[in-house]
């Protein structure tokens, strides 16, 4: 008999842990994110609820459970609009995986939201900006749906319009290291 009594650590899986700093009867307390970069600081207000996917701010709201105000000093406001509306779309909801690799060109056949497939249909320098201000956040489902935009923009080029991204992209991400390196 007590070979089937299991711990309760035991019988949670992963997902259903509960996260620190948000606990059930607070999750539609309004935060506000607070973008970074050389530009002047925006803000952006989302429940906690619909912020929980970033583990920067789940990790945030950890040490300081009464904290409204989230400072994302690495991402720009208007990346931070884009994640600002991505996070609120999915309403703490992780969406379900993307599969990997991309075997196709087309967005809409490898979401299972449309909306993500239309949200994620920007400029190749946008998404590099909400890969990187996901990847900031800590917003694995964002950063995984960006990459698979860039993949299905990838598998349509030929090899020398691929290297001449992958510099363009590198160039992009040294010029806001030394922006960040300049303002310390």
């Known amino acids: 008999m007590t070979d089937a009594v299991l711990d309760s650590t035991e019988t949670k899986e992963p997902h259903e842990e509960e996260e620190g700093g948000l606990d059930d009867d607070d999750l539609d307390t309004q935060l506000t994110l607070i973008s970074g970069g050389q530009e002047p600081e925006e803000r952006y207000t989302l429940t906690k609820r619909e912020a929980k996917l970033s583990a920067l701010v789940v990790n945030l709201l950890e040490g300081d459970q009464a904290a409204t105000e989230i400072p994302v000093p690495k991402v720009r406001g208007h990346i931070l609009a884009f994640i600002v509306d991505w996070l609120k779309h ?69 090899q020398e319009e691929i290297n001449r991204i992958l510099q363009e992209e590198e160039q992009f991400r040294k010029s806001q290291g030394q922006n960040e390196t300049a303002k310390a």
């Open 90 to 158: 999915h309403k703490g909801e992780k969406p379900p995986d993307l599969p990997c690799p991309v075997r196709t060109t087309k967005m809409e056949r490898i979401v299972a939201d449309q909306w993500d497939a239309d949200f994620i249909n920007k400029d190749r320098k946008t998404v590099f900006e909400i890969i990187l201000g996901a990847n900031y956040m800590d917003i694995q489902p964002l950063l995984h749906l960006g990459c698979a935009k860039i993949a299905t923009e990838i598998k349509k080029l030929p």
